[in-house]
């Protein structure tokens, strides 16, 4: 487990900062991944209970996790939920946790990427 959590760490340290950021166009998989994680924590919890005899306590290391994704989940949802609308009727992206508020980059850089592509 160590492992994974220092290969999560590399990870996280390579990923492109300047283009995390997410607008309303993502709820739909947000919700579905909120709906997934329910989804295995009942399957977890239901496991454990069937091979144990006892439920999974909220202290559990791995529940504890999952509680900590939906938390931040439903943190990003709610704020995606009450994003307005831009100028001209487009999408609005809103800032991750950590990355600073530099939108105005973040567009001129994504419009230019999608140029480049072509």
Same mark, same amino acid.
């Given at each position: 487990? &160590?492992?994974?959590?220092?290969?999560?760490? &590399?990870?996280?340290?390579? %990923?492109?900062? +300047?283009?995390?950021?997410?607008?309303?166009? $993502?709820?739909?998989?947000?919700?579905?991944?909120?709906?997934?994680?329910?989804?295995?924590?009942?399957?977890? +919890?239901?496991? $454990?209970?069937?091979?144990?005899?006892?439920?999974?306590?909220?202290?559990?290391?791995? %529940?504890?996790? +999952?509680?900590?994704?939906?938390?931040?989940?439903?943190?990003?949802?709610?704020?995606?939920?009450?994003?307005?609308?831009?100028?001209?009727?487009?999408?609005?992206? &809103?800032?991750?946790?950590? &990355?600073?508020? +530099?939108?105005?980059?973040?567009?001129?850089?994504?419009?230019?990427?999608?140029?480049?592509?072509?």
């Amino acid at each position: 487990m &160590v492992h994974d959590r220092e290969a999560a760490r &590399v990870a996280d340290r390579e %990923l492109p900062h +300047r283009g995390m950021h997410d607008d309303p166009t $993502f709820l739909p998989e947000l919700k579905t991944q909120q709906a997934r994680t329910q989804a295995l924590i009942d399957e977890r +919890r239901q496991a $454990f209970a069937a091979r144990t005899g006892q439920q999974l306590g909220e202290d559990n290391v791995w %529940l504890s996790g +999952r509680r900590q994704e939906q938390d931040a989940l439903g943190r990003v949802i709610a704020t995606l939920e009450t994003v307005a609308p831009a100028e001209g009727g487009g999408t609005r992206a &809103v800032r991750g946790a950590g &990355v600073p508020a +530099r939108t105005d980059v973040i567009a001129a850089d994504d419009a230019g990427s999608h140029r480049d592509a072509r």
